[in-house]
């Protein structure tokens, strides 16, 4: 059985993510954590019974503490003992709890007000003063003194990491474990502990382990992280699941203004900013490792924003931070994740020197944000060590590639993990390792996991001939054209990394009762420029004119081809016959440069459609076209970064900008091709994270056909006909409205994510998000274009570009709703004179998203 290809990496798709984490409760479990000797837990409230929020609880003569949440409970463990709670927060008097027992649970502690004085103001609600206020001083000093990371004082900087990632199944009790769904893997909940952090009963299922050098030139603005080991339990050398645990835990810096993971900005701590979004106050002082440090208390202003609530220990006289402590509000307006927490220590050198020393990250992943509902906690912690600095290393260090799959990376002996853990494992994560092996011998095991790994992938593995079936989410589709469409397919797959693949697949419409196919082969021919050559043909039935900027993927089907629900009946379809050879070489790191012969032979699909033109060879109304294309492409994408080194990579798109530039040279005489032409197109695309604002996503194209083509071979401003939202189509246009030979498009996409509705007192609860959205197109068509193409037949379109002036759209959506659902009011903004003109609609987006 091959356990390779569970996970995708495309980690903006939340309903795989959730998935991948079904996948994980079911997958591995058997471990026991020993956290703490002293554990307690239970609620801080005051003389009416009503809880506290944000109350400090801790440990007397130690530092080891943490806040309550917004309903005044809390939850505390230590691996030491402890005799003694102390409880304390603005406004109250300052309260002692004996701790009898090692455990102590469900306890309530009574806070009582302070007596006011004439002399004296007490603080007694939530909200904290902003003038006079120590907290708050201590804070701008931090901003006066604030610094990047302590590495980044140094020309160069060589340091060794080591990180740790474990997922648990948590909130295990008797009735989850009698489920049928376990039945005859019941041994796996042999071992149950309690989280030292939430105090709910957990269950390890895996563990990933990474050791690395970290090399930086901040001269050269260059760094390079040089992976010495890495070891997963039960997958050994699986790249799937590595990209995935990268992709979802982010380095980040505390004091930035905003602190990104899960696609959301939030709102620092030490944000210059935090001000305004958060409540500090000043509750003690101590030293640690001889430091004399002020400890912060803080939480948020408001509800359902992307904040924090914990602490900080700040050195007096550099005002560097030592430790912090984060956990997310638990109506913060994110999905998935009901909870958050974040530990940092750093080592404080000097003035202008702090260097991280430990991080510590955990997500409680689950279906909703109840108290006693299931999850799946996803924990980091890296570790830090040996930094050296001002070590010069050659630029070509930083600039050379790993070409080729290093398997002993991923396969290091237990000597290895011994030598380099900077933190040992317990008893209970050595055996994690164990378990996966006992489980692959279970037959119900095999059976989930090739359930949830097709579901995940959307290919069914056959493993013995190493080949997927798939993608199984395409096996249905709807046309005018075709009626009801079936479609089945695979491709080969021996491992991640691949040198080459062949992929192919067959549909059939039973409204035309025709064959459809098509077949894509493609190999690495040199690692070191990722040289590849890639052939294929296709033949189907094809919405063209559904982008602007034509892909040169052979077996790529636009969105507009099938649907089952569609606005007005869409028969401007295209019988497509596709052939293509492709050679792509990516000679710098990120720059992909591609030639590519296209053949394409292309008439009506309806007899309602016409892709008639005035043929100037022989004088007569022509139907089909024959055309030889050679096109040149030329990509770049700043900063991205790729996992895999076979002829398939990953990336992660959510991230990714993109600018492209291309050539095409249509050649007539060539295979008997019809039209001699040139055009040219350029398209540029970011998503721009912005702060608290949200996120902005935008699309820049533009093009120009240079000579004379028929329909089928000019630039269709791209309409959408279905129900479902498509970023760089135009929701108000039909298929065909407006047909250019010279164009220019803009899309604005921007997403609140909940700030606007989290000011609305009784809209806070909903979480839900506010999406606008600006979409705008010119072009033209020129006159010997429209003669070419004005023909009698009664099913010719009207050929009309937005010439004079720009057409453009505009939308406001509502997105979030019961967590996966987004609507969008689109309005028309101008051609409203246009016959059939939609001057209003609704689309909808369905997705998993954090």
């Known amino acids: 059985m091959r356990y390779c290809s569970f996970i995708s990496v495309s980690v903006d798709d939340i309903f795989h993510l959730m998935k991948k984490s079904l996948f994980f409760f ?67 008097k300052t309260k002692e709890y004996p701790l009898k027992k090692i455990a102590n649970f469900n306890i309530k502690l009574i806070l009582k007000e302070e007596e006011n004085t004439l002399n004296e103001i007490v603080v007694v609600s939530g909200k904290q003063p902003k003038k006079n206020n120590p907290a708050i001083d201590i804070l701008r000093k931090i901003w006066e003194k604030q610094r990047e990371n302590g590495v980044k004082k140094f020309t160069q900087y060589h340091y060794k990491k080591y990180q740790k990632v474990e997922f648990d199944l948590n909130a295990i009790d008797s009735t989850f474990k009698k489920r049928r769904l376990f039945k005859g893997m019941e041994f796996v909940f042999k071992n149950v502990d309690t989280s030292r952090i939430t105090g709910k009963t957990y269950l390890s299922v895996f563990l990933n382990e990474s050791v690395s050098e970290v090399y930086g030139d901040n001269i050269l603005n260059k760094e390079k992280e040089v992976v010495k080991g890495n070891k997963n339990t039960g997958f050994s050398n699986n790249q799937a699941i590595i990209d995935f645990i990268d992709d979802l835990y982010n380095d980040y810096n505390i004091y930035d203004n905003y602190i990104k993971f899960f696609y959301k900005s939030f709102i620092s701590p030490l944000s210059k900013t935090g001000i305004q979004n958060y409540n500090y106050y000043l509750t003690d002082s101590a030293y640690i490792e001889n430091k004399w440090c002020y400890n912060i208390v803080y939480y948020p202003r408001r509800k359902n924003e992307l904040t924090f609530k914990g602490d900080f220990w700040v050195n ?63 924990k980091r912690t890296t570790l830090y060590t040996n930094y050296k600095f001002n070590e010069e290393l050659d630029e070509k260090f930083y600039k050379k590639k790993q070409y080729n799959y290093d398997t002993s990376i991923y396969n290091q002996p237990e000597s290895f993990w011994e030598t380099n853990r900077l933190e040992a494992l317990n008893k209970d994560e050595k055996g994690v390792y164990k378990l996966l092996d006992t489980l ?74 025709k064959v459809k196919y098509g077949i894509q082969a493609k190999a690495l021919l040199d690692k070191k420029v990722r040289l590849i050559i890639s052939a294929g043909n296709r033949r189907d039935v094809e919405q063209i004119g559904a982008s602007l900027t034509a892909s040169t993927d052979v077996l790529g089907r636009s969105n507009g081809s099938s649907s089952i629900v569609n606005n007005g009946q869409n028969n401007l379809l295209t019988n497509l016959n596709l052939s293509m050879l492709s050679l792509q070489i990516e000679p710098i790191r990120n720059v992909v440069f591609s030639i590519s012969g296209s053949y394409r032979r292309m008439q009506s699909a309806s007899a309602t459609f016409s892709l008639d033109y005035n043929n100037p060879v022989t004088n007569t109304v022509t139907s089909s076209v024959n055309q030889f294309e050679t096109i040149v492409t030329a990509n770049y994408y700043p900063g991205r970064i790729i996992s895999g080194s076979g002829v398939e990579t990953r990336t992660n798109a959510e991230r990714l900008r993109n600018i492209f530039l291309q050539l095409t040279k249509g050649s007539n005489g060539i295979l008997d091709s019809d039209f001699d032409y040139t055009m040219i197109q350029f ?39 279905t129900y479902f939202a498509f970023f760089n189509t135009f929701n108000q246009l039909d298929f065909y409205e407006f047909v250019t030979d010279t164009y220019a498009s803009l899309h604005l996409e921007h997403h609140f994510n909940g700030r606007l509705f989290a000011r609305i007192p009784f809209m806070r609860k909903l979480n ?50 019961l967590k996966i659902l987004r609507i969008d009011l689109n309005f028309r903004g101008n051609y409203l004179d246009v016959q059939n003109a939609r001057k209003f609609g609704i689309t909808f987006t369905t997705g998993f998203f954090f």
């Open 440 to 513: 692959k011998t279970v037959p119900k095991f095999k059976r989930l996991y090739n359930t949830i790994a097709t579901l995940s992938s959307g290919y069914y593995e056959f493993d013995r001939i190493d080949f997927d079936y798939g993608p199984i989410f395409s096996t249905f589709g709807f046309n005018a054209v075709e009626g009801m469409r079936l479609r089945t397919g695979g491709r080969t797959y021996f491992s991640y990394n691949d040198p080459w693949r062949v992929e192919g697949y067959l549909a059939y419409g039973f409204r035309d009762q």
């Open 316 to 378: 007096d006289s550099t005002f560097a931070i030592k430790e912090i402590n984060m956990q997310a509000s638990k109506n913060a307006n994110i999905n998935w994740v009901k909870d958050i927490y974040i530990e940092q220590e750093f080592d404080i050198l000097n003035d202008s020197v702090f260097l991280l020393k430990r991080d510590y990250f955990m997500s409680d992943f689950a279906l909703n944000k109840k108290e006693k509902s299931k999850g799946l906690y996803g």
């Open 26 to 92: 079911i997958l591995l479990w058997s471990l026991k954590f020993s956290f703490g000797q002293t554990k307690v837990g239970g609620y801080v409230i005051d003389e009416n019974n009503e809880p506290i929020a944000y109350a400090n609880v801790i440990f007397k003569g130690s530092i080891e503490g943490t806040i309550t949440d917004e309903n005044g409970k809390f939850y505390l463990a230590s691996k030491n003992t402890w005799q003694t709670l102390v409880i304390s927060f603005l406004g109250y």
């Open 683 to 721: 398209a540029y695309t970011q998503p721009w994270f912005i702060g608290g604002l949200g996120r902005l996503r935008t699309s820049l194209e533009a093009g120009k056909t240079f000579g004379e083509v028929p329909l089928s071979l000019l630039s269709v401003v791209p309409g959408n006909q």
């Open 768 to 817: 839900l998000r506010t999406v606008v959205g600006f979409r705008t197109a010119w072009g033209r068509l020129s006159e010997e274009n429209i003669l070419l193409n004005t023909t009698n037949n009664p099913a010719q379109i009207d050929l009309q570009a937005p010439k004079n002036t720009p057409y453009y759209e505009y939308s406001i959506g509502i997105a979030n709703i």
